[in-house]
């Protein structure tokens, strides 16, 4: 399926017959706090969703090159009043991304599920979103052996008929099922 560029409203949707299609993934995880992990999200998760027919979308990309000066400053009254602003930003710009999208990937490991992807889940989730999620990490995470990281959490994911996968392909196959369906 050809990716569409963005619309007037800025949404990126894809013509099924007479059907315009929101293929758009809120891609959901702390990738963007460590250069090894933005590098697996760019050259690995971001075309793996691609290839599966949806349009990936990234929280890490509207404001890396302000975060990166921010950051640079040094730390004081000024550094703290910069990145106070970005966050304020950079939250209200990613519920955007979240509600412009049919669905959101999470990605779950980690000794606990990171707060602001269980956040982003749970925002999807109360959207109506498709939320499917991928723990691929071995150390147990979950409140009992009857879930795979947060009972809340999981809960927010199966209620969107998703589920949590131990691998990265299978969740995306999940939700491409989920969101191109007629």
Not at 149 to 178: D, K
């Amino acid at each position: 399926m050809a990716h569409e560029p963005p619309g007037p409203d800025g949404c990126v949707c894809a013509a099924i017959g007479t059907v315009t299609k929101n293929t758009r993934v809120y891609l959901a995880g702390p990738d963007g706090f460590t250069p090894v992990m933005l590098a697996w999200h760019h050259d690995v998760l971001m075309p793996a969703v691609a290839a599966a027919g949806l349009t990936p979308v990234s929280p890490w990309e509207k404001f890396a090159a302000e975060w990166a000066a921010v950051l640079a400053l040094p730390r004081g009254a000024a550094r703290t009043a910069a990145l106070a602003d970005l966050d304020g930003r950079a939250g209200a710009a990613n519920a955007e991304l979240i509600a412009s999208s049919a669905a959101l990937l999470a990605q779950l490991d980690g000794v606990d599920v990171d707060s602001g992807t269980a956040s982003e889940i749970g925002y999807a989730s109360a959207l109506g979103l498709r939320v499917a999620g991928v723990r691929s990490d071995s150390r147990l995470a979950s409140d009992n052996e009857g879930t795979m990281v947060n009972l809340q959490v999981e809960y927010f994911i199966t209620r969107t008929g998703g589920h949590v996968h131990r691998e990265i392909a299978p969740a995306i196959a999940e939700l491409a099922a989920l969101v191109l369906q007629p």
